[in-house]
């Protein structure tokens, strides 16, 4: 079945550095990918989505590529601020929307020091 | 924005009594909501689909006598633990789908002793 791996954390950042949080995925077909981001005590918010290959999706200074030659949709972000500090997810669903079944990874906790 | 909301978000129980997680989508209706559960450092899993006025889907493996989930309103749809044990404790979140797209709620973090 379809699954979602994502880079173990926790990752620990200060104020300004570049993000990378590595998510690569197993499917059929071609999926829709997605990162979410739950702040303390919030419920998950839709960070950024792509739908097809080569797709950038972008938000909030946030980016990732879907990448179907390596599986791969990496979250990047120039220069990360205290702020930032959650736990993202990376996300996949065979819908082009987010409103169907979500086949998450494990979750990443990044905490941006200042 | 569409908003989510949980209660409680925090509930310890006896093992062998059963709990009530409720649901609600506060600004819109939803005829399908998710419920998931969350291990400590590991991803949500998908337990059941949720839809208004009639029988939740769920998800192989889970035990639909365990996990009652009933959607009686277009802005509630609550999960109840019955015969809670120790391995019942867990993270639970929810989502509501608004259009098209998936709204999470905060999540209810379950302790059975």
């Known amino acids: 079945g379809d699954s979602v791996t994502q880079m173990e954390g926790p990752v620990t950042l200060s104020e300004e550095a570049f993000l990378t949080i590595n998510c690569t995925y197993t499917?059929?077909?071609?999926?829709?990918l997605f990162w979410y981001v739950q702040y303390p005590g919030e419920g998950l918010q839709l960070l950024l989505k792509?739908?097809?290959?080569?797709d950038k999706g972008s938000n909030k200074g946030f980016e990732a590529t879907y990448r179907k030659e390596t599986t791969s949709f990496h979250l990047e972000k120039g220069s990360v601020q205290v702020s930032d500090s959650a736990v993202y997810f990376c996300?996949?669903?065979?819908?082009?929307?987010?409103?169907?079944?979500?086949?998450f990874g494990e979750g990443t906790q990044l905490t941006v020091n200042p | 924005g569409a908003v989510v909301s949980q209660h409680p978000s925090w509930v310890i129980c006896k093992s062998g009594t059963s709990v009530k997680i409720e649901c609600r989508s506060l600004?819109?209706?939803?005829?399908?909501m998710f419920w998931y559960r969350q291990f400590p450092k590991q991803s949500l899993m998908l337990m059941a689909t949720?839809?208004?006025?009639?029988?939740?889907?769920?998800e192989q493996g889970v035990e639909k006598d365990k996990f009652l989930i009933n959607h009686a309103s277009l802005t509630l749809s609550t999960l109840t633990v019955t015969s809670a044990h120790p391995e019942d404790s867990s993270f639970y979140i929810c989502?509501?789908?608004?259009?098209?797209?998936?709204?999470f709620g905060p999540g209810t973090r379950l302790t059975v002793t």
């Open positions: 989502s509501a789908i608004r259009q098209v797209e998936q709204y």
């Open positions: 499917a059929t077909g071609y999926p829709s």
């Open positions: 792509a739908t097809k290959a080569d």
């Open positions: 996300a996949l669903s065979d819908s082009t929307y987010s409103g169907s079944r979500l086949t």
């Open positions: 600004d819109f209706q939803a005829t399908t």
């Open positions: 949720s839809n208004e006025g009639s029988k939740a889907t769920y």
